[in-house]
């Protein structure tokens, strides 16, 4: 009985800590993303941009999704991946106007992706 | 991860619901919330192993929720009569002193021929032979014979109405006709068949009689010699 209790709450105890860790860590991760997105955005439109804002932005996802995979479906990253790549390979031959629609995709991921883990009834069913 | 353990939760409780809906013929020997579980876990366990998009801590936190639940079910089942009940079902007696109890088989989803099966897997062939029987709550089923039963059953009875009807591949084993029968239902006192809930016959000519609602009656036909 007491055995039952205990394996319960410990149970219980790890689902509600990985749950609230898992929803801070990705909403803050990508909050972290869209600010970095938004000043590249703003250079972009600025006509400001080099290509090394473009891999400085490639340097920081990188760094950011490895502890991400534990969190997502791969095939978010992956999506990410590729809209990025674009994004600073538009930058590399100058095709600002080509860079800004992948950049403004990216964006929106940003605020969709953490979106789909919180608590709300269009998530959950 | 919190989606994921509640979303468990529902397709758990949503299971468990549907099994206990289905009645106990589904189960067979496996209590409703146990059978939920092996259904659901071997699913959990396998798409993160087979799917490398899929983070393996999805799996393993939808295995924690239904180990989580069943730890729960255990507690309400230890402690609490009325939530085990609700969970895992209770015995149904299908069978008692006055014959078949129809309303608890079809509470169950089973019907007289499912009930004839049961006892004669348990070594049972006459109806009249068995005081109680019961279908338990995990599905398994259990008899408890009359003191003198091996002397009623000498012969293998065979149905010849099952819930109205009769049984024409029957009736020509015993190799009379529907006439006759319908003489001997008059006998017993039944005016309309459609109300007979069974009625069989052994090769000595021993019936088993029962009209829906009402208590069984046996009945000794004179037959010249045993049929089989």
Known sequence: ?125 | MGLIFIRTIIVFIATLVVMRLMGKRQIGEMQPYELVITLIIADLACIPMADNSIPLLYGLVAILTVYLLHQIICLLDLNFAKAKAVVSGIPSIVLNKNGIDDAELKKNNLDVSDLIESLRVEGYFSLDAVQYALYEAEGTFSALPKPDYDKMQTSLPVILIDEGKFDEKNIAYTQKDKAYYLDVLKKLGCKNIKKVLVMTVDGNGKVYFQQKGEKYKTLSLSWERTLW
């Open chain 1, 1 to 125: 009985m007491i055995r039952t209790i205990v394996s319960l709450l410990i149970s219980l105890g790890l689902l509600i800590g990985i749950s609230f860790y898992e929803s801070n860590r990705v909403q803050k991760t990508f909050e972290r993303f869209d600010e970095v997105l938004q000043v590249l955005y703003d250079k972009i439109e600025a006509k400001e941009v080099t290509y090394e804002d473009g891999t400085a932005v490639e340097a920081f996802w990188e760094n950011q999704k490895n502890t991400l995979h534990i969190w997502l479906p791969h095939t978010a990253i992956q999506e990410i991946d590729y809209q990025l790549y674009e994004a600073v390979g538009y930058l590399y031959v100058r095709d600002y106007d080509s860079a800004m629609p992948k950049i403004e995709i990216l964006i929106g991921m940003c605020e969709n992706i953490p979106q789909s883990y919180r608590f709300s009834w269009e998530n959950i069913l």
